[in-house]
């Protein structure tokens, strides 16, 4: 076989894997917004029958020999297609270890999950989705072994979201983490706190999807490529470049809930529309690892979002789509309101503060689970502990506790500690965009352009094309959680007086 011949069936086995991968994301993503309640089913006829062929496609001995064949003349690759070579045989050997009947059946198991959680949620009945997890976790288990079997089962499912991660280093992580917030949490807590009442009166869904509409202008996010639509849990689903769907949950009671899940998904979407073209349909597509995702949405939620230059510069036509709600509110009384440091129940809803403890919560049951030293069955009981141990609050039922989440549903067992690397991540990266350029004139003005120019060129452009770590050295330069605990320190100092 000529190299030529080899590089056109490495192209068009991508394209086909990509198509696979589309038909699977329209699925999920017509199940989670407009399909009706009780229509799992079928969806999961496709799904395994879409896995099974996809298994099929991607596990074929030949699909073997190509990669073995151009890997022996890596040296005569440009980086691009060296790099996609190099990413596909390690998945292809994690998939062809995984029997095609199993990989078809967690894809219809994760449907049907996803399906029982929606409603386990919505009745706030543990006891339904339990069964359902217990065969999650067993094959959570069984597939960790098929990964890399050198490895405990727990630190080869966090390779999956983050290259180079294990439980030694988590804990060392949380541990940084835990030893500055809990102090710091502990002298906020003794402040006076500031009056965010009025982020609970009622702001009419309609106007806040108008609102919605603005904020993803501001963001810079075009709307002939990225749309919005309504799911119980808010997440991003991207086909390529040119075509991105975030979608949010609408609190009437509570603005501030989807407001910064449109900031935090559309941060996920900039990354996606930022990665460029040369790597599209590739599996070099989509961004490097979740945690340098969650940093880029958490950098947006966060470091822009919550940020005194940023609600100054669009308070006033905030004003314009609740003039009712906000008619005796100022910007810096939404600021303080929307930083309010509260130990709360609900992740997603989380100050920034006490936004690590929920994902230490996660990350302590996870590791047990797939760990085998704690049963499925006992989840609410160490939930509930954890919750009162870390945050000091008492859970009154499932549905606001260990079921509130959509991540287990789907079978993402080392998801979770993405968001907390992602803080810290976003919080070096700010430092640096901060030393080579002015962030805050700019978005004082409500222009983000050169905050998304910087990101653009540091993380976005590249996808998968560099290594996680390096593309976390080339925006942070040498990592340091210090340097996220610093900023959580400084933040909450000025807005509490301590």
């Known amino acids: 076989m000529e190299q030529k011949e ?37 969806r999961g006829v496709a799904l395994g029958i879409l896995a099974g062929e996809r298994h099929k496609l991607f596990s074929a001995p030949e699909v ?79 597939f960790a072994g098929y990964y890399d079997s050198t490895k405990l089962p727990y630190d ?143 950098f947006y939620e966060n470091l822009i979002g919550r940020s005194l230059p940023f609600i100054r510069a669009i308070f006033p036509k905030m004003k314009e789509f609740f003039p009712e709600q906000l008619s005796d509110v100022t910007a810096e009384q939404f600021y303080r309101a929307v930083n309010k440091v509260q130990p709360s129940l609900i992740r997603t809803e989380a100050d920034e503060l006490t936004y690590c403890l929920h994902v230490m919560v996660r990350y302590e049951i996870e590791k047990q689970l797939i760990g085998g030293t704690l049963a499925v069955a006992d989840v609410p009981a160490a939930w509930n502990r954890l919750y009162k141990e870390y945050l000091g609050i008492e859970v009154p039922d499932d549905r606001s506790g260990c079921l509130q989440d959509s991540h287990w549903s789907g079978g993402a067992f080392g998801y979770f500690p993405s968001y907390a690397l992602g ?14 350029m002015d962030v805050w004139g700019p978005v ?3 222009d983000l352009s050169g905050v998304s120019g910087w990101l653009g060129e540091k993380v976005h452009q590249f996808g998968g094309l560099l290594e996680p770590a390096d593309v976390v050295k080339n925006a942070c330069g040498e990592f340091d959680p210090a340097v996220f605990a610093e900023y959580l320190e400084k933040k909450y100092a000025d807005l509490y007086g301590l």
């Open 6 to 42: 080899a590089l056109a069936k490495l192209a068009e086995l991508q394209k086909k894997l990509y198509a696979y991968q589309a038909a699977d994301s329209a699925l999920y993503l017509d199940g989670t917004t407009v399909a009706p309640k009780d229509t799992a089913e079928g």
């Open 64 to 142: 073997g020999r190509l990669l073995d064949f151009l890997w022996e003349r890596k040296d005569e690759l440009d980086q691009l297609r060296c790099r996609q070579v190099e990413e596909l045989r390690r998945s292809y050997a994690q998939l062809t270890r995984i029997p095609a009947d199993e990989y078809m059946e967690y894809a219809v198991l994760t449907n049907e999950a996803s399906d029982v959680w929606h409603r386990a949620k919505e009745r706030d009945d543990f006891e339904l989705f339990r069964p359902v997890l217990e065969k999650l976790v067993a094959f959570n288990v069984k």
């Open 156 to 298: 080869a499912l966090l390779n999956e979201y983050e290259r180079g991660v294990d439980m030694a280093y988590l804990d060392q992580f949380f541990s940084t983490l835990r030893g500055r917030i809990v102090p710091l949490l502990r002298a906020v807590m003794e402040k006076e706190q500031p009056d965010d009442s009025f982020l609970r009166r009622r702001y009419p869904a309609e106007s806040q999807r108008k609102f919605s509409d603005y904020l993803m202008e501001v963001l810079g996010l075009d709307r002939a490529h990225c749309g919005i639509g309504e799911t119980e849990h808010p997440y991003t689903l991207e086909f390529n470049n040119k075509d991105v769907r975030i979608t949010t949950h609408y609190h009437e009671e509570d603005v501030g809930n989807s407001m910064y899940s449109v900031i935090h998904e559309g941060g996920h979407a900039k990354y996606e529309l930022g990665i460029c073209d040369e790597v599209q349909y590739t599996c070099l597509a989509g961004g490097v690892s979740m945690g340098v995702h969650e940093s880029q949405s958490r």
């Open 423 to 436: 803080s810290a991540y976003g919080a070096q990266m700010l430092k640096n965009m901060e030393g080579e």
């Open 444 to 446: 004082s003005r409500g």
